[in-house]
Structure formats: structure tokens, C-alpha cells
């Protein structure tokens, strides 16, 4: 639990001890997410819109390859475009199956951000053959914390289809600002993608739902060397850096 920049640790139940944030390196929020789900505005059907909206699409990330907040990823040899794409991403509290948008918002757990790695060559492949998969698998970092959904409230802007948050965010790439968005510019709420992905899988607790990207994109996706640093941030839910390993 974080408060008043202090960390309080528990067991679960308990307390155990008190820390400085300074002082600590968070875990991942969510270390064995049972399924991670990108729900990408950019891969939905062209007749999608918030007026008429369709169920969103979605495909599977590999949860084991995240890590927690300021950890270091290794730079694959396997890729000569590396890329990244920032999500935020709902954490479930429960099970369900079939479940209607109107009941869907109370499914979360908490919110948090997701900054996944892109093979770029990859994808490209990839979105040729219909089918998004080991490009997103390089790895990526969630958190740095659960924000539960009661403390965004007063950044609720619209309810119709599932809560619509006005958050600002923003990506710096070794300390620089290069894009910017807000989450309410976003095709899709949680609510239609939970509700989206109960229809055919009973979703379990622990599952992690991502939309995203959450920042304009630029006409070219920026691309990354060994050894940048990756930051996102959203306003109220913090922000989050991961950092590639140099070559060796």
C-alpha cells in the first residue's frame, strides 16, 4: 500500500513494516497474471465508434514476460526495429462469464499502466498473416501500483458504455517528452472489452485487461537502442520505466 509517500508492507492481512518510496523497488502489482489481453485501437474493425460501438477486438500478450517498475530488459538479438506501445490495463477482482457492460466496471480490481515492447520487423510479419503474437513477447513492465477504481471517480466523464476517464499521459524517452495523449481518447472503455472477452472464456481473477495505445503515435513508431529508458506516466495512476540492456 502506497501512502503519503511511504510504503506500507503486508502479508496479505497483516501489517509487517513501514519503508520510504526511495528506498524500495516495486515488484510487478500482479507477479502471475493467469492471461494478459491487448485490446489495440488501432487493429478494430473500421466501422468501430463510440456512438454504435461493436465488441472490441483483442489478442494474447504472454503475462511471464512482465516485470515491475525501473527493472532492466534484455535488448534482443533477434529484432533490428525495436519498439514500444503504452497501455493501461485493468486488473480483475473476480470471476465471470458473459457479463454485460453495465456490470462490468465492478469486475476491477485496480488500474494500472503496461508498457509493452514491439518487435517491430516482427509485427510487420505478423499483421500480414492476420495474427499478432511473438512480436509483443520481448517483455514489458506493470505498475507501479493498483489505483482502485473508487479513487478515479472524480475523473469519470462519461458512464454510457463503462467509465470514461480524463487522465493525462505522456511517454519521455531518456528523459525526453516525445508523445502525449489522454485516456478519454480512447475508442473503447474496460467495461466493453471485459464485457468482450466474457462472451466466449470465463475470465478469472487476477486477469489483466490492457487498451492502448494510450498516447498519440507519431507517423513512425519511435524506435529504441540499448541502454534507453522508457517512461510512461498517467496522471493519477503514476508512472512507470523500464530500461534496455546494452549490447554486450
Same mark, same amino acid.
Given at each position: 500500500?502506497?501512502?503519503?509517500?511511504?510504503?506500507?508492507?503486508?502479508?496479505?492481512?497483516?501489517?509487517?513494516?513501514?519503508?520510504?518510496?526511495?528506498?524500495?523497488?516495486?515488484?510487478?502489482?500482479?507477479?502471475?497474471?493467469?492471461?494478459?489481453?491487448?485490446?489495440?485501437?488501432?487493429?478494430?474493425?473500421?466501422? #468501430?465508434?463510440?456512438?454504435?460501438?461493436?465488441?472490441?477486438?483483442?489478442?494474447?500478450?504472454?503475462?511471464?514476460?512482465?516485470?515491475?517498475?525501473?527493472?532492466?530488459?534484455?535488448?534482443?538479438?533477434?529484432?533490428?526495429?525495436?519498439?514500444?506501445?503504452?497501455?493501461?490495463?485493468?486488473?480483475?477482482?473476480?470471476?465471470?462469464?458473459?457479463?454485460?457492460?453495465?456490470?462490468?466496471?465492478?469486475?476491477?480490481?485496480?488500474?494500472?499502466?503496461?508498457?509493452?515492447?514491439?518487435?517491430?520487423?516482427?509485427?510487420?510479419?505478423?499483421?500480414?498473416?492476420?495474427?499478432?503474437?511473438?512480436?509483443?513477447?520481448?517483455?514489458?513492465?506493470?505498475?507501479?501500483?493498483?489505483?482502485?477504481?473508487?479513487?478515479?471517480?472524480? #475523473?469519470?466523464?462519461?458512464?454510457?458504455?463503462?467509465?470514461? #476517464?480524463?487522465?493525462?499521459?505522456?511517454?519521455?524517452?531518456?528523459?525526453?517528452?516525445?508523445?502525449?495523449?489522454?485516456?478519454?481518447?480512447?475508442?473503447?472503455?474496460?467495461?466493453?472489452?471485459?464485457?468482450?472477452?466474457?462472451?466466449?472464456?470465463?475470465?478469472?481473477?487476477?486477469?489483466?485487461?490492457?487498451?492502448?495505445?494510450?498516447?498519440?503515435?507519431?507517423?513512425?513508431?519511435?524506435?529504441?537502442?540499448?541502454?534507453?529508458?522508457?517512461?510512461?506516466?498517467?496522471?493519477?495512476?503514476?508512472?512507470?520505466?523500464?530500461?534496455?540492456?546494452?549490447?554486450?
Amino acid at each position: 500500500m502506497v501512502y503519503s509517500g511511504k510504503i506500507y508492507e503486508t502479508d496479505g492481512a497483516n501489517p509487517v513494516a513501514v519503508h520510504e518510496a526511495e528506498a524500495i523497488r516495486p515488484l510487478a502489482p500482479i507477479p502471475h497474471a493467469p492471461s494478459l489481453r491487448f485490446f489495440r485501437t488501432d487493429l478494430q474493425p473500421e466501422s #468501430y465508434s463510440e456512438s454504435e460501438p461493436e465488441e472490441p477486438r483483442f489478442f494474447y500478450g504472454n503475462p511471464v514476460s512482465l516485470v515491475g517498475a525501473s527493472q532492466l530488459i534484455n535488448f534482443p538479438d533477434s529484432t533490428i526495429a525495436l519498439g514500444f506501445e503504452a497501455f493501461v490495463a485493468a486488473v480483475l477482482v473476480g470471476d465471470a462469464y458473459q457479463i454485460d457492460i453495465q456490470d462490468a466496471d465492478d469486475l476491477i480490481l485496480g488500474i494500472t499502466l503496461l508498457n509493452v515492447l514491439v518487435a517491430r520487423d516482427r509485427e510487420r510479419i505478423e499483421r500480414r498473416n492476420g495474427a499478432i503474437g511473438s512480436s509483443h513477447d520481448v517483455g514489458g513492465a506493470i505498475g507501479p501500483v493498483l489505483t482502485t477504481p473508487d479513487e478515479l471517480e472524480d #475523473y469519470v466523464t462519461d458512464a454510457a458504455f463503462g467509465k470514461r #476517464y480524463a487522465l493525462s499521459t505522456v511517454v519521455r524517452v531518456n528523459g525526453v517528452e516525445r508523445l502525449r495523449g489522454n485516456l478519454e481518447l480512447l475508442p473503447f472503455t474496460f467495461a466493453q472489452a471485459i464485457s468482450s472477452a466474457s462472451q466466449t472464456c470465463t475470465l478469472k481473477a487476477g486477469d489483466v485487461i490492457a487498451l492502448g495505445p494510450v498516447v498519440d503515435p507519431e507517423l513512425e513508431p519511435l524506435l529504441l537502442d540499448p541502454g534507453d529508458e522508457v517512461q510512461l506516466a498517467v496522471e493519477n495512476l503514476g508512472a512507470i520505466s523500464l530500461k534496455l540492456s546494452l549490447l554486450q
